[in-house]
């Protein structure tokens, strides 16, 4: 009885042992490895995506860095160009006040009537121009001729002209002095040309005839013996020369009617300017009437 009962223990144990050992071998399920596989390579490609769009970030942020480090230099830049450009507009600006200065101071040191020549270095020539009723510089004369009567009155028609003064010796003329006049024009004659030292207001007539000065230091008149015969005012223009090149000019009046009419400009070369000069008379068609050489030294 206890061996059977014995017997049918060490059988159950077996059956039991048996089957717990089959039930460990038993493989797993068809079609579950492949999926946690799957699920495996799913987290492995996300991870490396995530990698990927961090590593783009950074760029990124690097890229945005430099670009911002670009923007704050431009920054710099247009402020500093904005600095320049209110710099160079106050520079043009005194650049145009100090020109409308020394226009202005060329035009105070001029003589009344003077017209400036172009040209910084160009010499100033001023003229006396005479008026009806006034001296050159302004000074009333009496009108002992009556109303009317210019205050530069001409010659008397019966008095002795200065020498060469003849409206005959006008066309081509040429004494040693380099004095050259040229035939009238029109209606109009330069009849005598000199250059002096000085022109004597009362008696209008040159003082000290001369053909050199000194540069920087003499004044160069130029006295002139016109003639007129037009009824109308017109005027001449009186250009000084320092070679080929017209320094400066000015305008002088003459009356019509006028066999001789007298009227002078003068002006003063500087010191640099040494060489030889020529002042120029021509009408206002740019005519010449007559031309004279003179050396500055």
Known sequence: MRSAALSLCIALSATLLFACRGKEEEPAPKGVEPAAQARSAAVEEAEQKL????AEQQALQEKLARLRDRAEMAAELEEELGILKRELDRSRIATAQAEEALRKARVSAAAPGETVGAGAAAPSADA??????????GTPLPDV???G???NPPLPIDSKPPEGGDAASAGG???AENVVLAPPVGQLALLEMKTAASVDRE???PVQEQTTFAAGQSDVYVWLHLAN???DETRVV???FKGDKEISNIELKVAGNMKRWRTWAHTRPPKHAAGEWRVEVRDLAGNVLGSRQFLVQ
């Open 149 to 151: 009567q210019p205050a």
């Open 229 to 231: 015969a037009a009824p």
């Open 51 to 54: 990698r990927a769009l961090e």
């Open 238 to 240: 009186v250009g000084w």
């Open 173 to 175: 003329a040429q004494d």
């Open 128 to 137: 006396e121009v005479p008026q009806p009723g006034t001296e050159p510089g």
């Open 145 to 147: 001729a009556g109303a």
């Open 203 to 205: 008696g209008r007539l």
